[in-house]
């Protein structure tokens, strides 16, 4: 596998489900993402982790909860979702070193749809 | 917030024609990134840039920071089908060390 892998690629899930997205990331990198795109809408930052430690997180509800157990893999537990929290889920890392700190490589995205 | 404006939203063209399109900011920026996302999967970086002025190509592609840094532009040379997708700026947000902010996107259409 190369670059940033995301699992699965679509997920169907009732508002009762709990599930859960996987990111892995074969780049080296040191920061993970998690961005939310709906249609219409620029992409969305929800979280950061860097050095496996959670250093964003932008107001994003509680249903949404984020583990990064080491800097290649990131989860996304979902749990009680809404039917409006369909969309596409991109993760994303970088290396943040001096430099190239802002280039981040996103991965293909799971496609969410909340009955 | 800082915003991030992108033209033109969507672009019809024929094979073979050159494509242009910008970004404009509301503040100034450091970093100026251009992506591209084909239907159904992630954005993919095109193109950073570092220094107002700098003018980057890869292959036909080639883009350049506003020496105002409040600006940049893409241009895609003699295009051909595979270049259809959405075209994204984006650059560092404010009060974030980690953020980018992503304008909404020019969408490329290309006929043979």
Redesign the interface.
Known sequence: ETGVTQTPRHLVMGMTNKKSLKCEQHLGHNAMYWYKQSAKKPLELMFVYSLEERVENNSVPSRFSPECPNSSHLFLHLHTLQPEDSALYLCASSHRSGGRDNEQFFGPGTRLTVL | GQQ?NQSPQSMFIQEGEDVSMNCTSSSIFN?W?W?KQDP??????LI?L?KAGELTSNGRLTAQFGITRKDSFLNISASIPSDVGIY?CA???PN??????????TSLLVTP
């Open positions: 991030l970093t990134l992506y159904g999967e992630g954005p993919v970086l950073a570092y994204f650059g560092p947000a974030s060390g980690y953020a980018l902010n992503f304008g909404k996107g």
